[in-house]
């Protein structure tokens, strides 16, 4: 179907529910008074943080030295261990209570604490200092898989928290509501952040499409409104605050311990594409269009390696089920349809076919009763879907054969979902960027909700992903469709 002439007024007509509802969400998580503030949380977090280093770095190498050298020695050497091990990670970020519980940096800060000291060893042979080398490689690895998942379980004890509506850090929003809207649905998307809206302060004399906004005051009150509010984290519309309103903030929030971020007009940006440097005196964003050669060509190379080693083992899945399709109905177990690939080309995808072999004939008597976004025609009781098919698509077995599609490059293991020409025909501009890479067995719409989605969320998280994808970002949304396709969610 072709996408509809009316669709933007109707996102503009939502807009403000949206922003309610999102508000509204993030603002029933605030933290009662009586419970102690993220600062001291932290604080906590931190200590456990490092003493859980230090007694896994001294617990590791004590014993592994004790074997080679006598007990005194290695008794020194294991809080030799411990102190180096934490003051690698310190020197690395890994403490630093802004990244607590939150963001890769904590995890990959004890990554490089381990490959720092490592290096360090390597200098010390260099420089023919005699240092165990295969005891301190084996005992440094050791130390830092157990440190990571130690550290691991403590995010997860933190975000299991947050999901339940503790150990939350009160936040106050500056800006417009519909210019801070990107950042609202992130907050109330992934409560693992740990942000719990206390209210907002528009600029003076704005207007917002939003009717039900907790709106505190103006932006000169945010000084008075974090110290009454206990507030911890103020994030700012970058067009909303004056450079001077900035630094008065910066001034009097030095006692506070308050956190302020300021959210740029980059939203469908991702952060690995924005980086800040300086021109001359003034801080600039630089923004990359391109993730790089290496992980273009670490896709490619990923895509048919991971599809041919799928593929081998799907094997045991795809055989029987094509044998259970013939037996069930009748109709060729393999379904084949034209669908448009990598810049516009034409290509046959395959499934495992789900439905009776007469379903396009009685597509056109079940249109009106679609549970579909809009343009996709999806309902949750098809009848044209047979009972086997109906267990195929709730685990995505009927898409393994799109492996295939993979090993010969017509898709990617993530991308863009794969749409029909009728579909195509209808894209404006915008959205005709889907194009630019290949389509993809699984993708952001995929692990977002898939059929549960609007055709305007789904086209918003496509094109999120083709103007911010990296190789962490595939390896990401891979984890999650696992996740997604076993608990069945939005699959019919």
Not at 148 to 154: S, V, W
Not at 355 to 368: G, I, P, T, V
Not at 380 to 400: A, Q
């Amino acid at each position: 179907m072709a996408l509809t002439t009316d669709r933007p007024s109707r996102i503009r007509s939502s807009r403000g529910e949206l922003l309610t509802n999102l508000i509204a969400r993030l603002a029933s998580t605030v933290p009662a008074e009586e419970e102690p503030t993220w600062a001291v949380i932290s604080r906590r977090y931190r200590t456990i943080a490092i003493a859980s280093d230090a007694t896994i770095a001294a617990a590791v190498t004590w014993p592994a030295t004790a074997f080679v050298y006598p007990a005194g020695i290695a008794f020194i050497a294991g809080l030799g261990a411990a102190v180096l091990f934490v003051a690698a990670v310190a020197l690395c970020g890994g403490y630093d209570r802004r990244r607590a519980a939150a963001g890769r940096e904590e995890l990959t800060s004890l990554l490089r604490g381990g490959l720092f000291l490592a290096v360090g060893c390597m200098l010390l042979v260099f420089v023919n200092v005699p240092v165990p080398r295969t005891l301190v490689i084996v005992s440094l690895a050791l130390t830092t898989v157990a440190a990571l998942a130690l550290r691991a379980g403590q995010r997860y004890v933190v975000r299991r928290a947050r999901s339940r509506g503790r150990m939350l850090r009160r936040t106050l929003l500056v800006g417009q509501p519909a210019r801070l809207a990107p950042v609202l649905a992130e907050l109330a998307r992934e409560p693992g952040h740990g942000f719990a809206l206390t209210g907002i302060c528009p600029p003076e004399g704005t207007s917002d499409e939003a009717t039900d906004v907790p709106v505190l005051g103006a932006v000169a009150d945010v000084p008075d409104l974090v110290r009454s509010l206990r507030v911890e984290t103020v994030v700012i519309a970058g067009d909303s605050v004056a450079v001077a309103d900035l630094s008065r903030f910066g001034r009097q929030f030095e006692a506070l311990d308050v956190e302020v971020l300021l959210a740029p007009d980059v939203a469908q940006v991702g952060a690995s594409r924005v980086t800040l440097r300086g021109l001359m005196d003034t801080p600039v964003l630089t923004l990359s269009a391109d993730p790089g050669p290496l992980h273009r060509w670490g896709k490619v190379i990923g895509d048919r390696v991971l599809a041919a080693v799928l593929l081998l083992v799907a094997m045991l899945v795809l055989v029987p089920a094509a044998l259970v399709i013939r037996l069930s109905s009748p109709g060729a177990a393999l379904f084949r349809q034209t669908r448009i690939g990598l810049d516009g080309a034409p290509f046959t995808m395959y499934k495992l076919r789900s439905m009776y072999s007469d379903a396009e004939a009685r597509l056109a008597a079940l249109e009106d009763r679609s549970d579909g976004n809009g343009t996709l025609f999806k309902m949750r009781r098809d009848p044209r879907t047979t009972p086997v098919g109906r267990f195929l698509r709730r685990f995505s077995i009927d898409e393994l054969p799109q492996l295939w599609n993979v090993l010969r490059g017509d898709m990617s293991l993530v991308g863009p979902r794969p749409p029909l020409a009728s579909e195509v025909s209808g894209y404006d501009e915008a959205s005709r960027r889907r194009l630019q890479v290949r389509p993809g067995l699984t993708g952001l719409w995929q692990v977002s909700g898939r059929s549960d989605l609007s055709w305007e969320e789904s086209i918003r998280l496509d094109l999120r992903y083709v103007d911010n994808w990296t190789l962490s970002m595939d390896l990401m949304i891979l984890w999650r469709t696992a996740r997604a396709v076993l608990g069945g969610r939005g699959a019919y």
